[in-house]
């Protein structure tokens, strides 16, 4: 069993920036592949970004691709998505999951999900 708490949601203008936290514990962060996923309000969860054991194989949806980052401290058993140029497009549940796979786009694909944390962009 892996527990995941997400961190650092809130409210934000457009352009500005946002950075989330994923606390996991359980198991060997190490050994877990992460991902980065949300949820707007009446829309289907939707991959964002994924990242390797190791840290270095990334994935970003195109939406989200040079806007936001995806990094791991494995140490610190914890995962972050920083978000820059946010848009309120980007307003949604932000969740993380975890895999002992290879991380996936298909949210089908991670065995343990974090409770989400709202962040909200504003025009």
């Known amino acids: 069993q892996v527990q995941l708490v997400e961190s650092g949601g809130g409210l934000v203008q457009a352009g500005g920036s946002l950075g989330l936290s994923c606390a996991a514990s359980g198991r060997t962060f190490s050994t877990l592949a992460l991902g980065w996923f949300r949820q707007a309000p009446g829309k289907e969860r939707e991959f964002v970004a994924g990242i390797s054991r190791s840290g270095l194989t990334t994935e970003y949806a195109d939406t989200v691709k040079g806007r936001f980052t995806i990094s791991r401290d494995n140490p610190k058993n914890t995962v972050y998505l920083q978000m820059n140029s946010m848009k309120p497009e980007d307003t949604a549940v932000y969740y993380c999951?975890?895999?002992?796979?290879?991380?996936?786009?298909?949210?089908?694909?991670?065995?343990?999900w974090g409770q989400g944390t709202q962040v909200t962009v504003s025009s």
């Open positions: 999951a975890t895999t002992l796979r290879t991380y996936s786009k298909n949210c089908m694909a991670y065995d343990f």
